[in-house]
């Protein structure tokens, strides 16, 4: 949809043929895939096609989908690959750990690139942010290879937990 053609199409893979046999693959699931997608090839486009300005607005309206999108997607995944009496908790965590992804991510990427400025001045250089942008491709894409080993849950429709008897 945004951008995740090539990964859409990694997903209609069935099988994996190995010399001991075939293993089976997991049921990706393609919508998320997409969004997760779109996130990673934003970083990617920024860092290494940002010639012009018009390429620049493209690719952050691209971002601010992919991550908007990424947002929903990660508590959707989170609440379908846990246990139903730990959503909470999972939720949680998810939030946690994507405060301090942002967090850390931030402050790497104000180091990259305080670190690469003209010399003598505070005015930071291109590299600086290809670098910054680069890096930031990789961990996103890093983030999004778990994300393939993921097959939906399998079995009867999930119940809500009841509540204690007061």
């Known amino acids: 949809m945004y951008g995740g053609a090539p990964f ?4 209609h893979l069935d099988r994996l ?10 049921e990706v699931p393609r919508a998320e895939l997409e969004e997760l997608a779109s996130l990673v090839l934003a970083v990617t ?3 290494t096609v940002h010639d012009d300005p018009w390429n620049i ?6 971002m601010g989908v992919g991550l908007a999108f990424c947002f929903a997607t990660l508590g959707t995944l989170v609440i379908d690959y846990s246990k139903p009496g730990e959503t909470g ?3 949680g965590m998810n939030t946690i750990m994507r405060t301090i992804g942002a967090s850390l991510g931030a402050q790497v990427s104000a180091a990259i690139i305080s670190a690469h400025t003209l010399p ?3 005015i930071p250089l291109e590299r600086g ?4 942008f ?3 491709a990789v961990g996103a894409l890093l983030a999004f290879l778990p994300t393939l080993l993921l097959s939906r849950p399998r079995g009867p429709a999930r119940q809500p937990v009841p509540e204690p008897a007061q």
Do not use: H, K, N, Q
């Open 45 to 47: 486009l920024l860092a």
């Open 17 to 26: 043929e190995a010399s001991s046999g075939s293993i089976e693959l997991p």
């Open 120 to 122: 003598g001045t505070e």
């Open 8 to 11: 859409r199409a990694a997903a």
């Open 89 to 91: 908790v999972a939720a």
């Open 129 to 132: 942010f290809t670098i910054a």
């Open 134 to 136: 680069t890096l930031s």
């Open 57 to 62: 607005y493209v690719w952050m309206i691209f």
